[in-house]
């Protein structure tokens, strides 16, 4: 077993194709192809599925994955320490619900891990797909919310995969406006305040149902709805629209401007935001430190 193979291998989980793999890591494609299946054949296991849709982790893969990228970390600290003429190239992926303050979390990461060289990923997702890149090893962590209302079944699902939840911080549930809103002024609001305004929310794609909703109370009617995919758009259309939606109230006003405003909301639905990892493996520097930002950016006055 090399360390090249141990490479090649975590490269084409986080890729999900031995092709990009093979892009990204400036090799031919049956490089890549033949050291997956090399080291497979001398560890007698089974790291990747070929489906039509890519190369999808096994389960003795993902636990094999999990060794591999704690070898490889330890492997460039070494490289770093001793070895003088080699520059490491930091690599850390995070999928995340849309919040502002994972962002302002990564941000940091990069900036205590700054190098000439990196390859940082953050990816704002669906629920569904932060559970999948978290389970098939495209990303090291996932940040998600449980409630009471999808708690039962997030948790069932993380389960399956052999994911486990940790959490952060637990807040009220809040509404994000505009600051020329009409209800702006409002020390708090309630639905009936609200039932006049477009609703905004995060499109779930095949997995729409209220379970894997960013939103808490997504259960609920409203005669306006708008669904959209990225949060630039969601915060240009509650300005445009006079619109709202339900959040932890946790904002960057750094990253967001002053233009949007998050106000307390008069119900007793209340979010836990939460770090989701895979079962028995251990964090790199990078995740550790990205957790640690987290906690950082989030505001005392948010944390129930």
Do not use: W
Not at 96 to 111: E, G, K, L
Not at 137 to 166: H, W
Not at 219 to 244: C, Q, S
Not at 268 to 291: D, P
């Amino acid at each position: 077993m090399k360390l090249q193979q141990l490479r090649y291998i975590v490269e084409v989980a986080a890729c999900g194709s031995v092709t990009e793999a093979a892009r990204r890591l400036f090799v031919s494609q049956p490089s890549v192809t033949a050291a997956v299946r090399d080291l497979e054949r001398e560890m007698g296991i089974t790291v990747f599925e070929r489906t039509s849709k890519g190369m999808v982790t096994t389960t003795e893969g993902q636990t094999f994955l999990g060794y591999a990228r704690q070898v490889l970390e330890q492997a460039d600290l070494l490289e770093e320490r001793f070895k003088r003429d080699t520059q490491p190239v930091p690599r850390f992926a995070v999928s995340c619900q849309h919040y502002s303050f994972a962002v302002n979390a990564f941000v940091d990461v990069i900036r205590t891990f700054n190098a000439s060289r990196y390859e940082f990923t953050l990816r704002e997702e669906q629920t569904h797909e932060i559970i999948e890149d978290v389970a098939h090893m495209k990303s090291e962590l996932g940040v998600l919310y449980l409630s009471d209302a999808n708690r039962e079944v997030i948790t069932r699902m993380l389960r399956a995969e052999e994911l486990e939840f940790e959490p952060l911080f637990s807040t009220a549930s809040h509404v994000f406006l505009s600051s020329t809103h009409p209800l702006a002024t409002r020390p708090s609001v309630t639905l009936e305040d609200l039932a006049g305004y477009p609703y905004l929310s995060y499109e779930q794609g095949d997995f729409n149902s209220f379970y894997f909703s960013e939103e808490p109370l997504s259960t609920l009617g409203r005669d306006k709805n708008i669904r959209v995919r990225d949060r630039a758009t969601l915060f240009n259309l509650l300005i445009g629209l006079d619109g709202y939606t339900v959040c932890s109230g946790v904002i960057s006003h750094e990253l967001n401007g002053e233009d949007i405003i998050a106000i307390p909301l008069e119900v007793e639905e209340h979010m836990e935001v939460g770090i989701v990892t895979r079962r028995n493996t251990h964090l790199s520097r990078y995740g550790e430190a990205f957790i640690a930002a987290i906690r950082k950016h989030i505001p005392s006055s948010s944390v129930l």
